[in-house]
């Protein structure tokens, strides 16, 4: 097993071998962060944003290839009208700046979810912005931001696509397996995520990654995400250098 030391500074020495190339991050607890505060829950999201730059920037610094954010999901159309309309603002706010840092660090972005339902200028938005860096694709190195996302919403486009090809002879049906699933979600573009964060101190899948996420390892942690740091993120990492992945195996 790899030995972790800190340095004389208390900086935390991570394996550079043993980076997790996918990282996914459920980005939750911005309304309590917010409430402890007496602000609104948008000041939340608003700062949620600032952190999603910091660690993004902090995880390719570290060689992480592949960073999934959760910033939407389908279940979250349940919220106050207000509050929804407010986090897709937000977005337009923020998706440019984000982007650039992207573009700067030749990481393209994609967006996972479903754009029926989201504003048109906002889809409009997340187009030009795919394309903006669609170059970098080559790199493999992603940015995905997960918008109007859910697991089983992803699984029920897939199945469809499948049934399909399969109904006009495109394929059979033995041809169906797991690489052809895992090549029909918004994710065919990655590996899975070897590493799944959820801040916040909820301990809950909620409806993400479903299926990408069937061998990741996972880590909570009780911080609410505006005040996720680079250091937690090192923590986080560490505490997968730590984990002896199995695979099934022994
Ligand atoms: C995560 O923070 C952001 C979104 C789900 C959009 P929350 O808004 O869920 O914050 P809490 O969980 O209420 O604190
Ligand atoms: C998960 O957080 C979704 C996002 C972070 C975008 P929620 O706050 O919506 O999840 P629950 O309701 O606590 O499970
Ligand atoms: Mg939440």
Not at 120 to 147: H, Q
Not at 167 to 194: F, G
């Amino acid at each position: 097993m790899f030995l972790w030391k800190k340095t004389k500074k208390n900086q935390i020495r991570l394996d550079p071998n043993n980076i997790p190339c996918h990282i996914a991050i459920i980005m939750d607890g911005n309304g309590r962060w917010a409430k402890k505060r007496g602000l609104p829950r948008t000041a939340g999201h608003g700062a949620g944003a600032d952190t999603l730059v910091k660690i993004a920037r902090h995880a390719y610094d570290l060689g992480v290839k592949c960073l999934t954010v959760y910033a939407f999901s389908t279940e979250n159309w349940k919220r106050p009208q207000e509050e929804v309309s407010n986090l897709m603002n937000l977005c337009m706010k923020r998706l440019p700046q984000i982007v650039d840092l992207m573009e700067h660090r030749k990481v393209a972005v994609r967006f996972l979810g479903d754009r029926s339902r989201l504003p048109a200028p906002l889809v409009k938005m997340m187009e030009d912005e795919e394309a903006r860096t669609a170059e970098y694709s080559k790199t493999g190195c992603f940015l995905n931001i997960a918008l109007n996302y859910g697991g089983r919403d992803e699984l029920i486009f897939a199945v469809r696509e499948i049934a399909k090809k399969v109904q006009q002879n495109e394929i059979s049906l033995e041809a169906v397996n797991e690489e052809l699933i895992s090549a029909h979600l918004y994710t065919a573009h990655c590996p899975d995520p070897d590493l799944v964060l959820r801040p916040s101190g909820e301990i809950r899948i909620s409806n993400f990654l479903l299926w990408q996420s069937a061998y990741s390892e996972f880590y909570y942690d009780n911080i609410l995400w505006p005040d996720f740091s680079e250091k937690d993120l090192e923590r986080a990492i560490l505490t997968y250098q730590g984990r002896n992945r199995r695979f099934g195996g022994v």
